[in-house]
């Protein structure tokens, strides 16, 4: 392993629905001048995805039922945001004043089931996350290894937070092109190790938010000089069965 760059794509255009992000970026790489090499991989904010997939919702247009009105009670979100939260959970978890802990339906454990109104311009739009990250993530990997003529690993991302810790964190809640767990089974010393499984796709969407700074529009990072294992399998590897779940 040698040294690791984290390259931000700038001057990315303004996404908007129906626009194809591997096109954009692809557009955006040649206005910078810039080639992808082999080895090189990218981490998307969901952002910019979701709004290319046309997940953003009117407010006024979400029908509230009688149970996200009961919810809202006793909260500090707007029915209508309760609603979005109950249509894109597979489960409530837990509701508290400021948040309700959901597992969407893509079954990650998050805060809101990713529900989100920020970088949105208009107060009655939210965001939801893309229906499926995993098949997101693949096309526009196979868009952007078709151009460049080589394998370009695509991670999408969001930030979550952590149980018993505070702030936020980019975790991958998509991907293609790369193995997202990576299983070591020997130390330095050569001694067997037991599950020791890493992550390898929620870090690298990690060391990518450094470089996604809320308020600078930096939603594209390419990591370079990562020796990723070649994998199609997606994010969802990630995910811990209910049954291996000592919180829930």
């Known amino acids: ?122 107060r009655n739009q939210a965001l939801l996350l893309p229906k499926n990250p995993d098949k997101s993530a693949k096309e526009i990997s196979m868009k952007l290894s078709k151009k460049f003529k080589k394998l370009i690993p695509v991670i999408i991302s969001d930030s979550v937070g952590r149980p018993w810790r505070n702030g936020l964190t980019q975790i991958a809640i998509g991907s293609y092109g790369l193995k997202a767990l990576v299983k070591y089974s020997k130390d330095f010393h050569g001694n067997e190790l037991f599950d020791t499984d890493v992550p390898v796709s929620d870090e690298l969407s990690s060391a990518a938010g450094l470089l996604m700074v809320k308020d600078k529009g930096i939603p594209v990072v390419i990591i370079r000089g990562y020796n990723y294992i070649s994998n199609k399998r997606g994010a969802k590897g990630l995910i811990r069965p209910d049954n291996e779940n000592v919180f829930i």
């Open 1 to 122: 392993m040698g040294k690791l760059e984290l390259i931000p794509l700038v001057k990315l255009p303004i996404v908007w629905k129906g626009c194809d992000i591997g096109d954009l970026l692809i557009k955006s790489m040649e206005n910078n001048k810039f080639n992808l090499r082999k080895n090189d991989l990218i981490v998307i904010a969901h952002k910019i995805v979701s709004i290319s997939e046309g997940r953003i919702v009117k407010l006024s247009d979400v029908k509230i039922s009688s149970k996200a009105k009961k919810i809202s009670k006793k909260t500090n979100k707007s029915a209508e945001i309760i609603q979005l939260i109950i249509n894109e959970s597979d489960k409530i978890l837990k509701v508290e004043k400021d948040f309700i802990l959901t597992k969407d339906k893509n079954g990650i454990v998050a805060a809101n089931a990713g529900v989100d109104q920020s970088n949105l311009k208009d």
